[in-house]
């Protein structure tokens, strides 16, 4: 059943891997349950932030709405179209919608191309008939939108000759020139310099408001989501342990896991030094699960219900939901 | 992975490819148009009955293989001969007692001429290799160590050199100067040496040894120097070099327990992967220097179109390699604990 | 926007082909020597007929009176066994040898290259049958099996050429596999992939331009290796009769009584073309490798530059609340010294203090000059790196005048190190116990190895890791895990002052603030002075003392936490506080500061913030601000603080 109006829909999206490569006589049965029942859904126009630490399964989540990664359950809606197990001719169409900026901007970029063919390649690859000045004009045209102005200058560069935030530039002018709908962007700030970041972060805040791109934002710092998300989605191991307003989960978190990471961000002021609330162990690997919630081995305010069943998503207001036996719905 | 399981896999894919081995081996001497055993029957220097004691053991007058034949229309009846009284199964079941057939040259059994030979190569292969690697690693430690000084480039360019040198030709150069200085111009022995005491046998051999290992030593030095010092230039150019000087080591300290052995690593695979061509060089060296060793018997079999010979010192080459190769592998597995689990 | 205008200096870097070509071999002496070489023995053997005295294809007039006649005279090389000038031999000789080099080279790489390009790019089941298929040629001696071949067929060129080429495939399709398996994993090939592109178009415009150099490397030590195959097989009597390549001029030579002739121009003429021509190759591809793979410059253990002594000063010995001063450096300052270039000026005149117990945040963004400022405190510096003013005291000792043994003995013992990233920090094949252990050892040679032993598990317990993992490689510890390790090590010989030089970078939040409360604890117990290096003000501003913020090499301003924090007089520092994301005003728009840190080689004349700061007037374009005192031990380098 679709419903109407959502631009995204994710439903109980599963992405497992087998553990291990499989030998020639062995058959590897493990699995890493990298992404385990993702449900997410994405308005035009809105920007929504996947935050968690490495392994919790944001950046597979990513690479299975590209279509990169093949889902192993689930559906995935887009602009009203189920897109889950699209066919390579169906995906290359739908490639042209949807784009992303990776977050390393010094190995995203072929050493070997300009700046031109690096923009210009998705126009060659989508074969979309233009001639070679229209192409020019739109690879022009996508550098200065992403900042880099005039254009002319930095279309016969090489990548090495260009600082790292010029480069993030390029990436996302990559990305711009085929004028998507919607830009997943992982972890597109987090190899740049602090100063630099803003400039980056203000770029994809601004794309957002004149070209009305939906973008999900994939970061482990929930320091930098509050500028632009409007909605901010946590994950841990594969799972969305809540969601809700970017108002509502950085000023009022529900999840242990939440209120922990809020709590370690540091807070450039020695006056307001406090109280953080650390995390002990590492997250498990997503391959041994743990039983109930899984996030109780290292919850400080486990009790004994949460080591045996997996919390529902309880509701506490028509944005803003949580996964935890602790929480009582509104 | 289990250090037992990757110890298995490991042997179990040598056994593989000595099997391969096993099969390229009939089928070159079998179907190229050389073809020993026919183009053997009919060699002049043949007695008729060993013509006819060939043609029983090789079973000549039985099909290659189950059905190969079929592949003709006009022979389609022997399909459905008994499979082991093909061609290939008299092979191996030769094989497996260790019969090689009989030398068309000297009319003894291959095995026992090769079985004779074998430890000559490997003498011979082995003075070469461990002298090699070792001028080859002091070499490159000098290199890397003082990098970018006359030293260096001394090495760098003299092992380019030693890389650059034709073996069999090396060799003849070097025996053209050993002769004109007194060392034996080839063989093993000097005829007629059995019957004095034991110390001046070994001093002979080792006489004769001399040149062949020298132009062993040179034209394998020069690649191992090489590898010695761009891996250990990678090594001391490390995070963790520097955390050893941090750590208040000196120099000898750091080279002799962080340097060293991460070095070695690509050596030792290199000196693996090499074992293929230091046979290569054996041969050329024993053709030069007339050392009766397993090269020098491919080299006379050629000469003689002695194929008997040539198909059974391929083979016990190609064995030996493999095995070599399995036992630098299992080196390597010691020496890098990575390996394990990976 | 910002207005970018970065080096406009490589404005029009122009690539053409033939440039670039002219580029690589300028730099490598060595490719280009083994370039001519090679031009010079391909001309030779295009002009063979040309430049050949003799014809020597006829047999006609040749008696056994010419047979190995010496040098000079009409044959200016001698001739042969059969009568023949062994200098038209050579020139004819080049072209067969090097026919059967390039034409069989040919061959091989072009199956190596598609099988190790097949295998690497689509993996799985493709892949694992051809490599294991490659490895078994590979163990195969190919020497001995080209003998056997060409022994059983007929030795004609084109066979040669044929089993030469089709052997010698196998280390082309190993490289070309881990090559393109390297390449296949970066990141711009996904980004191909996300754009929609097909695999033939990935392989032909991302794998291809970067397998390419190193396919063109290999193929030249594939084709001086076809030619010494070719050579050994002529030699061993196998090769052509028709047509007589420098191996068969050898054969021949050898064969029939050169050396007992003592004919060496007949052994010595053929031979040294082949050591020319594969020479040449050799050069040429090793050369060619390096501009490749550029190896770093230097190593750690390559002699240093001497310190440039400045006068004597004395030493504070305590701060103004009566702590005593550990550490003092005074106005050091850092050059990276190349032949070519003008000196790189890293670090330029930077002082500051470490009281005992303090904890010192300092503070740039990368290539600002504060792992050079690090390294040089315990002249660890990279060989190109040399202390060109200032001095370090360290409890009283000039460490900038002492000896490498000296020096030895204050390292780890007195001022130790948590390196970033300690991934590359452990050597991968000792056992974390084992390597605190050899610090220990160094330090303590008389303590027994049994209470070495306990220290270490001591050290390890200290910082939340079980001592049963001191036997353990780093490789099987978590980065969280090794962080913990690196600084149990650095504390393994109670220094008096740890440097954690970005101790966090590259680990997740959680585990990042772990390691931080791990640090601020130890400080507590073990009463450590710690100098913290971070590009992270939101760190410094939790944990430290004191904060010295770097830019562009010098100190941009240097003074307790709570004044850069709250009234910083920089104009970077109070840019990069604006730059900082605050959860506690979620509704302003984060301020950036526009453009990039300058370059140590292209430094601004003046002031090296003036081409990013928003306040700067002409003369800080002009003139390097110095540093200005104000109240307190607040410093600041800017002209507009002079009022």
Redesign the interface.
């Known amino acids: 059943m679709t419903t109407p109006g959502y631009f995204l829909e994710v439903r109980d999206l599963k992405k497992y891997f087998q553990a291990g490569r499989p030998g020639w006589f062995s058959k590897s049965t493990r699995l890493v349950h990298a992404v385990d029942n993702v449900s997410l859904q994405l308005q035009r126009g809105e920007v929504i932030a996947l935050v968690g630490e490495s392994g919790c399964g944001k950046s597979t989540l990513a690479l299975t709405l590209m279509g990169l990664e093949k889902p192993t359950e689930g559906t995935i809606l887009f602009e009203g179209e189920d897109v889950t197990f699209a066919d390579e001719k169906k995906l290359k169409a739908l490639r042209q919608r949807i784009q992303m900026v990776f977050q390393d901007p010094y190995e995203s970029l072929n050493p070997t191309q300009t700046i031109e063919e690096i923009v210009g390649e998705p126009l060659v690859v989508h074969d979309l008939g233009l001639g070679p000045a229209e192409r020019r004009e739109r690879v022009r045209r996508a550098l200065e939108d992403a900042g880099l102005k005039p254009a002319e200058i930095y279309m016969h560069r090489f990548p090495h000759e260009l600082s790292g935030g010029q480069r993030q530039r390029v990436v996302i002018a990559g990305a711009l020139v085929l004028e998507p709908h919607l830009l997943l962007a992982d972890e597109p700030v987090s190899m740049l310099d602090v100063s630099i970041r803003a400039e980056i972060l203000n770029l994809l805040a601004d794309l957002r408001k004149t070209r009305q791109i939906s973008i999900i934002f994939i970061t482990h710092d929930l320091g930098t989501v509050g500028y632009f998300a409007d909605r901010i989605a946590v994950m841990y191991l594969g799972r969305i342990v809540e969601t809700g307003k970017m108002r509502e989960v950085l000023e009022d978190p529900q999840h242990p896991y939440t209120k922990a990471l809020l709590s370690v961000i540091p807070v450039p002021n020695p006056r307001l030094r406090r109280e953080r609330v650390i995390l002990q162990g590492e997250t498990p690997n997503p391959i041994d699960l743990p039983s109930g919630c899984r996030f109780h081995p290292r919850c400080p305010l486990a009790v004994e219900r949460c080591k045996q069943e997996d919390p529902p998503y309880v509701r506490l207001s028509a944005t803003h939901q949580t996964a935890c036996w602790l929480v009582k719905e509104a | 992975m289990e250090r037992r399981q990757y110890l298995l896999k490991k042997i179990g894919?040598s056994l593989?490819?000595i099997l391969?081995?096993l099969v390229?081996n009939f089928f070159?001497?079998r179907i190229?148009?050389?073809?020993?055993a026919r183009a053997g029957v009919k060699d002049p220097r043949l007695k008729k009955e060993a013509i006819e004691a060939i043609q029983v053991r090789f079973g000549l007058d039985k099909p290659i293989i189950n059905c190969f034949e079929s592949l003709n229309p006009v022979k389609l009846g022997n399909c459905a001969i008994n499979p082991l009284e093909t061609q290939f199964f008299i092979y191996v079941g030769n094989l497996l007692r260790g019969e090689l057939g009989i030398s068309y040259h000297t009319n003894r059994p291959v095995a026992a001429i090769l079985a004779e030979r074998l430890w000559n190569t490997i003498l011979l292969i082995g003075a070469g290799q461990i002298l090699s690697i070792v001028v080859g690693v002091i070499f490159g430690i000098f290199a890397?160590?003082k990098?970018?000084t006359v030293i260096d480039y001394g090495a760098l360019l003299t092992s380019?050199?030693a890389?650059?040198?034709?073996?069999?030709?090396l060799g003849?150069?070097l025996?053209?100067w050993g002769?004109a200085h007194g060392l034996p111009i080839g063989g093993k022995a000097t005829p007629g040496m059995s019957s004095m005491p034991w110390t001046d046998q070994w001093a002979d051999v080792f006489k004769h040894m001399l040149l062949p290992t020298l132009t062993y030593t040179i034209v394998y030095m020069g690649e191992y120097t090489?590898i010695m010092r761009?891996s250990l230039?990678?090594v001391?150019?490390?995070?963790?070099?520097?955390?050893?000087?941090?750590?208040?080591?000196?120099?000898f300290?750091?080279?002799k327990?962080?340097?060293l052995?991460?070095a070695m690593?690509p050596l030792v695979t290199v000196i693996a992967?090499n074992?293929?061509?230091t046979?290569?060089g054996a041969?050329?060296i024993e053709?030069?220097f007339s050392w009766p060793g397993l090269?020098g018997a491919?080299?006379e079999s050629?000469?003689r179109?002695d194929y008997p010979v040539?198909?059974g010192?391929?083979l016990l080459?190609?064995v030996a390699?493999?095995l070599a190769?399995l036992i630098a592998d299992l080196t390597y597995s010691y020496?890098?604990?990575?390996v394990q689990?990976e | 926007m910002s207005a970018i205008t970065e080096s406009s200096k490589s404005k029009t870097q122009s690539t053409s082909p033939l440039l670039t070509f002219w580029r690589t071999f300028r730099r490598n002496p060595m490719a280009l020597v083994g370039l001519i070489m090679l031009v010079i023995i391909l001309l030779l053997a295009v002009f063979a007929r040309q430049l050949a005295p003799y014809d020597v294809t006829s047999s006609a007039n040749v008696s056994t009176a010419d047979i190995y006649n010496p040098p000079g005279g009409a044959h200016l090389l001698g001739t042969d066994d059969a009568g023949k000038d062994v200098l038209s031999n050579f020139f004819f000789g080049a072209r067969v040898s090097l026919i059967v080099g390039f034409f069989a080279a040919f061959i091989s790489v072009f199956i190596g290259g598609v099988i190790g390009i097949v295998a690497g790019f689509y993996g799985g089941r493709v892949e694992n049958i051809l490599m294991?298929f490659t490895?078994?040629m590979?163990?195969?001696?190919?020497?001995?099996?080209m003998?056997?071949?060409v022994?059983?067929?007929?030795p004609s060129l084109i066979n040669i050429i044929f089993v030469i080429g089709l052997l010698g495939w196998t280390?082309t399709a190993r490289i070309v596999r881990s090559q393109t398996l390297a390449v296949k994993s970066r990141k711009f090939v996904l980004r191909a992939r996300a754009i929609g592109a097909g695999n033939f178009h990935i392989i032909l415009h991302h794998i291809l331009p970067l397998v390419m150099p190193l396919l063109v490397v290999n193929a030249i030590l594939v084709i001086?290796l076809a030619i010494?195959?070719e050579?050994?097989l002529s030699?061993?009597?196998?090769g052509d009769p028709t047509a007589l390549s420098w191996?068969q001029m050898?054969n021949f030579a050898?064969g029939r009584g050169a050396?007992s002739a003592g004919a060496?121009w007949a052994?010595?003429v053929p031979?040294l073309g082949?050591?020319w021509v594969?020479?040449a190759l050799?050069?040429l591809g090793?050369g060619l490798e390096q501009v490749l793979n550029p190896?770093?410059e230097?190593?750690?253990?390559?002699p240093g530059l001497p310190v440039v002594q400045d006068e004597a000063r004395q030493a504070v010995a305590r701060a103004e609340d009566g702590r005593p001063i550990l550490l003092e450096v005074q106005n050091l300052s850092v050059n990276y010294v190349t032949a070519a270039k003008p000196p790189a000026r890293a670090v330029e005149n930077v002082s500051f203090q470490l009281r005992e117990g303090e904890l010192m945040g300092l503070v740039g963004e990368s290539g600002c000059g504060k792992t050079t400022l690090m390294l040089a405190l315990?002249r660890?510096l990279p060989p190109a790196g040399q202390i060109v003013g200032g001095k370090v005291w360290f409890m009283g000792q000039d460490l900038t005048a002492m000896d490498?043994?000296e020096?030895?003995?204050?390292?780890?013992?007195g001022i130790?190190?948590v390196?970033q990233?300690a991934m590359?920090?452990?050597?991968?094949?000792?056992t974390v116990g084992e390597q605190i252990f050899?610090?220990i050892q160094?330090?303590t040679p008389i303590l027994p190895g049994d209470k070495i032993e306990d220290r270490v598990s001591e050290l390890l317990e200290l910082v939340g890791i079980s001592a049963e993992h001191k036997a353990h490689?780093p490789?099987?510890y978590s980065g969280g895990m090794r962080q913990r390790a690196m600084i149990a090590?650095a504390l393994a010989c109670n220094p008096s002052v740890v440097i954690a030089d970005e101790p966090t970078t590259a680990l997740d939040v959680m585990i990042q603030a772990q390691i931080l409360e791990l640090l601020d604890s130890l400080r507590k117990k073990l009463g450590l002075s710690i100098i913290f290096v971070t590009h992270d003000l939101g760190v410094v501003a939790e944990m430290c003392d004191s904060v010295l913020v770097m830019y562009g090499g010098v100190t941009a301003e240097y003074a307790s936490v709570d004044t850069v924090y709250n009234a910083p007089r920089h104009p970077y520092t109070q840019e990069l506080l604006k730059a900082f994301p605050d959860l506690s005003k979620l509704d302003k728009r984060l301020a950036s500061i526009p453009g990039y840190p300058p370059r140590f080689d292209q430094l601004p004349p003046g002031c090296r913030f003036a081409p990013r700061c928003p306040q700067a007037v002409a003369r800080c374009h002009e003139e390097q601000p110095a540093l200005h005192r104000l109240e307190g031990k607040h410093v600041a380098s800017c002209h507009l603080l002079e009022t």
Do not use: C
Request: proline share 4%.
């Open positions: 894919w593989f490819t391969f081995v390229l070159l001497f190229l148009p050389g073809d020993p890397a160590w990098a970018r380019l050199l890389w650059s040198l034709p073996t069999f030709w003849i150069i025996l053209f002769s090489l761009s230039l990678d001391l150019a490390e995070d963790y070099i520097l955390t050893a000087k941090a750590k208040g080591l000196n120099t300290q750091i080279l327990d962080h340097a052995k991460n690593l992967i074992l293929g061509f046979v290569a041969l050329q053709a030069v090269g491919i080299y050629v000469v179109r040539l198909q010192a391929f080459i190609a390699v493999i190769n020496l890098d604990p990575r689990s | 294991r490895d078994i590979l163990v195969i001696p190919d020497l001995p099996l003998v056997v071949i022994a059983l067929t007929k280390t001086s010494l195959n050579s050994a030699f061993i009597g196998l191996g050898l050898f050396m060496w052994l010595m031979g082949i050591v594969v020479l050799t050069l090793h190896r770093l230097f190593h750690h253990l390559e315990l660890l490498e043994t020096l030895q003995n204050v390292r780890w013992n130790s190190i390196f990233g590359n920090a452990f050597n991968p094949v000792r050899e610090a160094k330090h490689f490789h099987q090590m």
